[in-house]
């Protein structure tokens, strides 16, 4: 039986614009690593079913573990688009707010 994994979660408090920048960049390394994670179990399932001996139906072993593995390839790229979208996030903050964020500097310094 598997051990249960203590994933510390960032938490989706923006006070500040560390905050957001922090929280973004968390999301995206955490859905990178897991489609790596991801395209790597792929690769080892497809080996894993290419080994079963074919069945009575004539089907190839190796074109139903392609078929079965297409499932984790797509959810690889759903993580990896993920990913960018944590990024495309703060980039459109500091597009969008950038007289904003200008106006909060001058008014601290």
């Known amino acids: 039986m598997s051990e249960l994994v203590v994933v510390r979660r960032p938490k989706p408090e923006f006070d500040s614009e ?11 390394e955490r859905c990178w690593d897991l489609a790596v994670q ?21 089907v190839k072993s190796k074109i139903k573990a392609k078929l079965v593995t297409l499932h984790l390839r797509g959810a690889a790229k759903v993580l990896d688009l993920a990913s960018g ?10 597009k969008l707010y950038a007289k904003e964020r200008e106006q909060a500097r001058e008014d601290g310094a």
């Open 18 to 28: 560390e905050a957001l920048r922090a929280f973004c960049m968390d999301g995206s």
């Open 38 to 58: 991801v395209v790597l179990a792929e690769h080892e399932l497809r080996a894993a079913l290419g080994q079963i001996p074919d069945g009575a139906l004539g």
């Open 85 to 94: 979208y944590y990024g495309g996030t703060y980039l459109a903050f500091t």
